[in-house]
């Protein structure tokens, strides 16, 4: 399943960060199932350092084998999946009332400016932290060319 969208590539830093903020709204599909509100859901902070991004995500009520974190074509993606459980029912065997979401996740963060092989996650109390190495890009090379002929 691939449901990237493809990106405009920029100069400007700015329009880089606008870029990869647009796909916290624009990659999210699949919602959860029934009355909560799927913008509650996977709220995301990036933050800057010196050498790498930290993407904090909470993701409340999930396990951390029930999320899925792959680097794709410059493209970070979480997904994750929460399966129905049996709850409170009447004597009918029928939800008295039900407002926890189940369903399947997924956001994509487009980060072309990182090391892949350096990425790292941790998930504890329902916030999953991904920190992603910034990748040094090289200086271009000045050279003269040779005229032939």
């Known amino acids: 399943m691939n449901e990237l969208s493809l990106r405009r590539?920029?100069?400007?830093?700015?329009?880089?960060w606008e870029d990869f903020f647009d796909d916290f709204d624009k990659n999210f599909f699949s919602?959860?199932?029934g009355s909560a509100s799927t913008?509650?859901?996977l709220k995301t902070d990036i933050e800057e350092t010196?050498?790498?991004?930290?993407i904090t995500m909470d993701i409340p009520g999930m396990d951390k084998d029930s999320i899925n974190i792959d680097y794709e074509n410059n493209y970070l993606i979480v997904s994750g999946e929460r399966?129905?459980?049996s709850g409170?029912?009447?004597?009918?065997g029928n939800y008295i009332r039900q407002e926890r979401s189940y369903g399947s996740f997924?956001?994509?963060?487009y980060c072309e400016t990182i090391k892949p092989e350096d990425i790292k996650a941790n998930f504890k109390n329902g916030v999953l932290t991904i920190t992603l190495s910034k990748?040094?890009?090289e200086e271009p090379k000045a050279h003269r060319i040779a005229i032939e002929g």
């Open 135 to 137: 990748n040094t890009p």
């Open 106 to 109: 997924r956001r994509s963060f």
């Open 88 to 92: 409170d029912k009447d004597d009918k």
């Open 31 to 33: 919602p959860f199932v």
């Open 39 to 41: 913008s509650n859901f």
């Open 50 to 54: 010196d050498t790498s991004y930290i």
């Open 9 to 16: 590539r920029h100069s400007n830093p700015i329009s880089l």
């Open 83 to 85: 399966k129905s459980e």
